[in-house]
């Protein structure tokens, strides 16, 4: 069971920052379909950050050192580096959508579609292969705690909460939840959340009120590409053993469909990702969950193919949006360019 809700959350917390990501690009009005684009170049530039570091030789020093503090600090700063090329990255998205007034949907696809392109092409560059990696050692090396931190063994002392919310669990799991938290209280509590959301439901009425449109869904379209650069990095980091493909296996479309399912709302976007993680973790992880914790039945001794879990995550995507996408409700004014003149 522990196994089970650790998977879980590796697979369930970049999808809810994603998601989260998509809710402020289209509460400001634009929809941001590059989730998927934005991730692949966040993945990239993290991986890349982590590769010149370990080079220049300060990431061995303190691993060597065992300075934990000094390691999660990297770790943080790798994620900021990748939130901020993110949300670069995302202006491209916001140039065309607000101030050319292009077609949002396209301008997303042509971003999903030139971030693997442009990301493989820098790696062939880096590194003479279609794989980015670490210069050393492993995504292991940030795991959060070790047995022995603090002068106790963990597992013997916490049980069941040591084993599962602290063994081999990465910072970037809680920090993301954290900012979850903060940007959602910001969405909904504070005057920044009530201005940007009013711009994707009625724009002109916000203008006539003396809100920059402009500025606010460059705002959200910016918040969202800095989320979905970070999502994109820890996706890296704790599935791809920090390795930049140029793939992040769908999580931006997954991420969309959390989005939806969850209805735009914060609290119904985190069930449905951890909804939808679980779905996940069962399809990369089938072979090694045991139902009954006896290490006896395992899930993959069912007698299932194993192409059936890889599919269980998409199908359930698109069994879940055929029964919940009839009831949401999107932003009205979303996809729209804001025209000032009209009323």
């Known amino acids: 069971m522990s196994f089970l809700i650790r998977q879980t959350l590796i697979y369930a917390v970049p999808l809810m920052i994603v998601a989260l990501a998509g809710v402020f690009a289209e509460r400001s009005g634009v929809i941001n379909l590059a989730l998927e ?26 691993k060597e050192m065992n300075n934990w503090v000094a390691l999660q600090g990297f770790l943080l700063l790798t994620m900021v580096v990748a939130a901020i090329l993110g949300a670069a990255f995302s202006l491209l998205l916001a140039f065309a959508a607000i101030n050319l007034k292009a077609d949002q949907t396209i301008g997303g696809t042509a971003l999903n579609l030139m971030a693997p392109a442009l990301v493989l092409f820098l790696i062939r560059l880096i590194a003479n292969q279609n794989t980015l990696q670490m210069a050393t050692g492993d995504s292991a090396s940030w795991f959060m705690i070790k047995k022995t931190m603090f002068g106790f063994d963990k597992k013997a002392k ?11 669990v990465y ?16 969405l909904y509590k504070t005057r ?35 989320l ?27 991420a969309l469909a959390v989005m939806i399912f969850g209805n735009w709302k914060p609290l119904n976007i985190a069930g449905a990702a951890l909804l939808f993680g ?22 993959a001794n069912i007698g299932l193919n194993a192409n059936f879990y ?5 199908l359930i995507t698109l069994i879940v949006l055929a029964f919940t996408s009839k009831s949401s409700r ?14």
């Open 310 to 314: 890889r599919l269980l995550p998409y």
């Open 192 to 226: 920044f959340g009530l201005r940007l959301r009013s711009c994707g439901e009625n724009p002109q009425a916000a203008d006539s009120l003396g809100i920059n449109v402009v500025k606010m869904r460059y705002a959200g379209v910016t918040i969202s590409g800095a």
């Open 37 to 62: 684009g934005i991730m692949i170049f966040g993945a990239f530039v993290g991986v890349l950050f982590v590769r010149l570091v370990q080079q220049w030789g300060w990431f061995d020093a303190a």
């Open 330 to 343: 999107a932003p009205k004014a979303e996809g729209i360019p804001y025209d000032k003149g009209q009323r």
């Open 158 to 168: 916490l049980g069941f909460f040591g084993s599962t919310f602290l063994d081999k």
């Open 171 to 186: 910072l970037t799991t809680y920090i993301c939840i954290l900012v979850f938290i903060i940007l959602s209280i910001i």
């Open 228 to 254: 979905a650069g970070m999502g994109g990095f820890v996706y890296a980091l704790t599935t791809a053993n920090c390795a930049s493909t140029g793939d992040v296996a769908g999580f931006g479309f997954l």
């Open 278 to 299: 679980l779905f996940k973790c069962i399809a990369a992880a089938y072979a090694s969950i045991d139902i009954n914790g006896d290490g006896v039945f395992l899930l």
